[in-house]
């Protein structure tokens, strides 16, 4: 079965994959993308402390830091590393939006907090064509946000990389399984941003999007550690 196939016969479960991703839809500018100026950490990512530090797996190369302004804050940065021999490189970084109600380290649906913690990225997918992602992009219509939503949040979800919490890797980002269950919540993104906070996703300007699914390698097995920054620094 094709692809654009398989997400023709997941449309049906759209609302649930979204409902993470979701926020009612509130009036907002979308954020710009900015280059940081190049970094090396020697010793780890900056700013996460060793709880964190020690479940970024040992042959990651490549990690996406959000860092949250505060527990209940939506609002955050977001900065791209990459591993050269044994030093971190900070290579990007944007501003970017988090859950509406902020952070939670034991995050539930409906919360409107996003999950504290290291997953990986292994999915991608969204409304517009492959823009050359070289994690595995799964084009379909059925990533479309409802109609009835605000039209500042239709393009949310043009480009999606799947944040592996609670989801089976290897498929659609908006296949529905949820293997810990429907209450630990589910469908958690790095998306396209709106200007706002979201239900528990990340979301973050086009040419950010663009510049992570075109970089974000699976050979190079990226993870993302996000987090507000007191969480991340425990």
Known sequence: MSIDVRCAVLCGSLILALSACAVSPDAGSPTKPRAGAATVAPSGIPDVGDR?????????RQVVAVYGAGED?????????????????????????NGKKGWTTDH????????VGVFTLTDAGGVLA?????????????FAAPRWWAKSHWHDFDYVIAIDYNRVKGTPPNDPTRP????????????????????????????????????????RHPVVVMGDRADLAG
């Open 73 to 97: 804050s939506p609002d955050s940065t977001v900065a791209l590393y990459t591993k050269r021999g044994s030093a971190w490189h900070r290579v990007r970084d944007w501003p970017a939006h």
């Open 108 to 115: 539930h649906e409906g919360d409107k907090r996003s999950p």
């Open 52 to 60: 964190l530090r020690r479940r970024i797996p040992a042959d990651a």
């Open 180 to 219: 810990e269950g429907d209450p630990k919540g589910g469908g958690i993104w790095l998306h396209m941003d709106h200007g706002s906070g979201t239900s528990a996703c990340v979301s973050l300007s086009k040419p950010a999007m663009e510049y992570l699914l075109r970089t974000l390698d699976p050979d």
């Open 130 to 142: 492959d823009p050359g992602s070289r994690l595995p992009y799964t084009r379909s219509a059925a």
